[in-house]
């Protein structure tokens, strides 16, 4: 079985392809698809083969192409956004796209080829939150969450029925204390739990899902941030802002690991990676430092496998995450500038 890893270069507008060895732990460079500028963000469809890349472009686009033989990526055409994608995610028979600087969240319909469609209409919600993330829905099909950094609210959406749009909007959740950000999210594989990162404050927060109504009951957190680190409080980063102070909290990422029992976050400040005890009383295993500012940072299909990019080092690097939380480095590759986000295809 092998296993395709797709990274998108922002500040070169090229997604690279590379074979990613799963046993060793290593990256195999395999091609560079150029034109793609603007390129910040990618969403997968496992059962069509198709990679969906996001363009922060005057007028924002989502790129669309196939996955062929060899992981080579044909391109299949570059499709008008209703507004920019800080977050895609792909959900059945539609692209879900968080915008952050717009403020709004969209659900794209695609036909039986996994294209943008205009037979079906755009879902578009533009003013449910400010400063909308990232999306992901829950595997039973019921529920879209969204998170609202600068809102401190997490948004929940039902699936709508009959003459009901797409997504209906539900009560949201507040992320205290205020001013937190909540940034990035998951959602357990079983359902049951919704875990956020917070940007500004570093904590990683789970909420308790019922999933019939879809409501979040919060339950338990963890600091990702030690007095060793220097850092204090973080502030949104949107035109007309309060000033970044000196050394803020700046949490960006959190991924699960090891089947949903570990979690993997980062923090660009500090350059760290940290892996946490997942459940309703999170713990930290284990932090190293890794590449300068992560941004991005994506599990691999094994389970055991992160790859981090640094937005200003120019590079990835891998680590084996064991199940006590233990990180071993494995390989560091030098990339298409600014490495800010992940994609995977496994093959037979």
């Given amino acids: 079985m092998s296993t395709y890893s797709f990274i998108a270069c922002r500040a070169e507008g090229t997604i690279e392809v590379h074979a990613l060895d799963a046993g060793q ?16 963000t990618l969403a997968f469809d496992h059962e069509r083969a198709m990679l969906y890349a996001g363009r922060a472009t005057p007028e924002p686009l989502l790129s669309v192409f196939t996955v062929v033989a060899g992981g080579r990526l044909e391109h299949r055409g570059d499709f008008a956004l209703p507004h920019s994608a800080a977050f895609l995610a792909f959900d059945t028979d539609a692209v879900l796209v968080a915008s952050y600087h717009d403020s709004a969240l969209s659900r794209v319909p695609v036909d039986a080829d996994g294209l943008p469609c205009t037979e079906r209409p755009t879902f578009t919600d533009a003013d449910a939150g400010r400063n909308i993330h990232a999306v992901a829905t ?8 969204a998170t609202a950094l600068g809102s401190d609210a997490i948004l929940a959406y039902r699936r709508g029925a009959g003459d009901e749009p797409a997504l209906v909007r539900l009560p949201a959740t507040a992320v205290e204390p205020a001013g937190s950000g909540p940034r990035h999210l998951v959602v357990s594989s079983d359902g049951s739990r919704v875990t ?6 570093g904590e990683v927060i789970t909420f308790a899902r019922d999933a019939e109504t879809g409501a979040l009951t ?17 502030v949104a980063r949107v035109a007309g802002g309060a000033a970044v102070p000196e050394r803020p909290i700046w949490a960006a990422e959190i991924r699960q690991a090891r089947s949903g029992s570990l979690w993997v976050t980062t923090e660009r400040t500090t350059s760290k990676l940290t892996v946490i005890e997942a459940g309703d009383q999170p713990r930290v295993l284990s932090s190293v430092r890794t590449e300068e500012r992560p ?6 299909p094994s389970g055991d496998l992160i790859l981090v990019g640094g937005e200003t080092s120019g590079g990835v690097s891998v680590y084996r995450v064991s199940e006590t939380g233990a990180l071993e480095a494995t390989q560091r590759i030098e990339t298409g500038g600014n490495p800010a986000w992940f994609a995977f295809q496994r093959v037979d």
């Fill in 25 to 40: 732990g290593t990256l195999r460079r395999l091609s560079v698809v150029g034109g793609v500028e603007g390129v910040s």
């Fill in 218 to 234: 919060r339950v338990g957190q963890v600091s990702i941030v030690t007095p060793d680190d220097d850092l204090v409080t973080g």
């Fill in 138 to 145: 829950t595997r039973d099909g019921r529920h879209v969450y």
């Fill in 295 to 300: 941004r991005a940072a994506a599990v691999a």
């Fill in 196 to 201: 956020v990162v917070t940007e500004m404050s």
